[in-house]
């Protein structure tokens, strides 16, 4: 398909005021509706293609890890196909996330394709912005399934209200499910619902928000594109730990700490 007749992206979407309320007060809200049905459906085909060239793996879902049974993830596709690259670059997702972040504008730190396999396992409780040298609680990921999906496909959790800062070091793996699974059970915190969602819905979630997915139950892959934005104008933080350093060399190439965040890989989208 030629990107001159894929859907364009760039209506507004209005953001209600209770909905920027939620999202500051929470560290999550879902949009219904964010792109209609055939947009969804047409940018799905268009994203597919290239997770299946660069994200498919030979190994069962058995012989893999906690990581690996999550999800085939695939990462800054719009640098591969210039029709994701429409997607990823949409002003009116962009526009969202600026409204929500209560900024003029927005950079992109990198978009992430997730397509969680029939039978694919649960992704363990995290914090996104462990992996960042940025400020986490000026960034916010827009999570939207291009396919109608249940709770039973790994649908999101989130724990609201804890978008404020970092819980803990551990990266996504059996630990990091153990330690924040206590913590959630001493601390009480406030748990979302997983709904089923429509393609073209979209949940957004702060960097510092802690959520987790459910497996994947059906005999469907749960096909999801995500795309992550940071408040134009951050610097880049000294990396707090490996995963950093490697993000740093990845999604920011070129920049060192103090720098502005703002290389060619993170261009304005607002």
Avoid at 62 to 74: H, I, M, N, P, S
Avoid at 159 to 176: C, E, M, P, Q
Avoid at 219 to 224: G, M
Avoid at 227 to 256: C, H, K, M
Wanted: with cysteine; glycine share 10%.
């Amino acid at each position: 398909m030629s990107t001159s007749t894929l859907p364009l992206l760039d209506t507004p979407y209005a953001v209600s005021g209770e909905a920027i309320d939620a999202y500051r007060s929470d560290g999550h809200v879902l949009l219904r509706g964010l792109a209609s049905a055939t947009e969804a459906a047409t940018y799905r085909d268009v994203i597919a293609g290239p997770v299946d060239r660069f994200g498919r793996t030979a190994r069962p879902l058995a012989e893999r890890d906690t990581y690996g049974k999550a999800f085939l993830q695939v990462m800054n596709l719009w640098r591969e196909d210039a029709e994701v690259a429409r997607f990823v670059f949409a002003k009116r997702f962009a526009g969202v996330a600026a409204d929500l972040l209560g900024v003029e504008r927005v950079r992109l730190y990198h978009d992430q394709a997730l397509f969680k396999e029939a039978g694919g396992g649960h992704t363990p409780w995290h914090q996104d912005a462990v992996y960042w040298p940025i400020d986490g609680t000026r960034c916010i990921t827009m999570w939207m399934p291009l396919i109608d999906i249940t709770p039973d496909m790994g649908v999101m959790t989130f724990a609201s209200g804890t978008n404020h800062g970092r819980l803990g070091d551990a990266v996504i793996s059996d630990d990091s499910e153990a330690h924040f699974d206590a913590r959630v059970e001493r601390e009480g915190l406030a748990l979302s619902v997983p709904i089923a969602m429509v393609a073209g819905d979209a949940t957004f979630h702060g960097g510092w928000t802690l959520h987790k997915a459910g497996g994947n139950q059906r005999s469907v892959t749960r096909d999801v594109m995500t795309v992550i934005y940071f408040a134009d104008g951050l610097v880049v933080l000294e990396p707090a730990n490996d995963a950093q350093r490697r993000d740093l060399a990845s999604w920011l190439p070129g920049l060192t700490p103090g720098d502005y965040a703002a290389s060619d890989f993170n261009p304005v989208l607002s």
